[in-house]
């Protein structure tokens, strides 16, 4: 599995990853499907601005990806970023995901920003499991704050603090 940065020819795979999670699952809260030109928009906004997009490519293929993005708009909180990670369901059980943030996760701490944070909808096991592999803890819990597939959904943040900045 090669990890590398993502490029904006990638988008069209990636697009698809994105896509099966939106229609079945609640791992987003987005409920209409996006096109490539989407994601490549999405993708430079987060390289333009010093975020990290980055791929796990098998023969070619995108397997996953992963990136960090502004936490909120306002100057305060420029120390923080926001990250997610989707993985190919043919690549889900790898340890994809473990792969992309042993990559993704040290990068942001090397420049530097103060708290890394995480959203995940709930339940979602695997996703806790992977984010406490990495040493975030549970800092929130949101009741029903998400409508999809006919049914409430809460969402739970994990946050990382870096603790060498």
């Known amino acids: 599995m090669n990890i590398r940065s993502g490029r904006l020819a990638d988008a069209s795979k990636i697009v698809e ?5 939106i229609r079945s699952s609640h791992a987003t809260f987005e409920v209409e499907p996006i096109d490539p030109v989407e994601m490549e928009n999405r993708m430079s906004a987060s390289v333009d ?9 098998e023969n070619g293929r995108i397997a996953g990806y992963a990136y960090g993005q502004r ?3 306002r100057t305060a909180y420029i120390h923080s970023i926001e990250i997610s990670v989707y993985i190919d369901r043919e690549f889900v059980g790898r340890g994809l995901g473990t792969d992309l943030y042993n990559d993704l996760i040290p990068g ?11 959203g995940i909808s709930l339940p979602n096991n695997a996703s806790i499991r992977l984010h406490e592999k990495f040493g975030f803890k549970k800092i929130a819990h949101f009741k029903e704050v998400g409508r999809k597939f006919d049914r409430w959904i809460d969402v739970g943040y994990w946050e ?6």
Do not use: C
């Open 71 to 73: 936490y909120r708009s």
């Open 160 to 165: 990382l603090i870096n603790t060498t900045h």
């Open 108 to 118: 942001i701490l090397a420049s530097g920003f103060h708290a890394v944070i995480a």
């Open 49 to 57: 601005n010093d975020y990290p997009f980055i791929v796990a490519e």
């Open 17 to 21: 990853i994105y896509n099966d999670y």
